[in-house]
Every structure is written in C-alpha cells, then in structure tokens.
C-alpha cells in the first residue's frame, strides 16, 4: 500500500518521541469505500463521498520484519457496496489516513461478513 505524505510525517513523529496517536490496537482501523480515484500522496482520507466506513482492527497490527499487518472485520450491516479502495487510520474519524490502495475488491451485500487485511512494507 503506497503510504501518504500526512503518514509519512506522522510515522516521523512517532520516531522521535513526538506526543502523537499511534496506529495501534487501541487506535488502528481499516477503512473500505467505493471510490476507484487514483492514489495520490496528498489525501488525507478515502475520496468515496458517501459509502465509507472505517472498522478498528480486530487486535494488535503484527509485525514480521519489516511488514505491518492490519486486519479488521466488517459485519453483515456494515460496508455493504462495492469495495474498490481502503486505507489505514489511527482513529475512527479524523486522524492520520497513514496509507490508502486503490483496487476492486468486489461487493459486500447484507448479510455477508467479510475480513480485510492490509499489508504496509517498511522499506
């Protein structure tokens, strides 16, 4: 997932000691919309005007080396349209979008329970 300016310089922060919100359990959530606009550094959110949504990840992102792995659920109520971008957030609304992809990912429709895990490589 390409990261954003705005992840960038919040991920800096963190670094040293800057009194930020990290992208924890506590913090962290996925975010899914039907906007297929292209990626640009300089978003700060998912373009989708209305259908987005953003779940907390179900536990501590994990990491293995260099890669950060998020994972959230979204529910049979929750996201139901065609997923064709998410993104990575340390809070619900607001926040740091740290990263966002661009990518069909099929429609969700009531009823189904679908899981999204976003990979970020550090590198």
Known sequence: MAITTAGKNHVAGLIIGEALTPFNAANAHIGVG???????????????ATNKMREPVDGAPTRNTNVLTFIATFDSGDANWAWAEWGI??????NVMLSRKVASHGTKVAGDLWTMTADITVG
């Open 89 to 94: 957030f340390n809070g619900l609304s607001g």
């Open 34 to 48: 039907d906007s297929a606009t292209a990626f640009n550094v300089a978003q700060t959110d998912l373009v989708a």
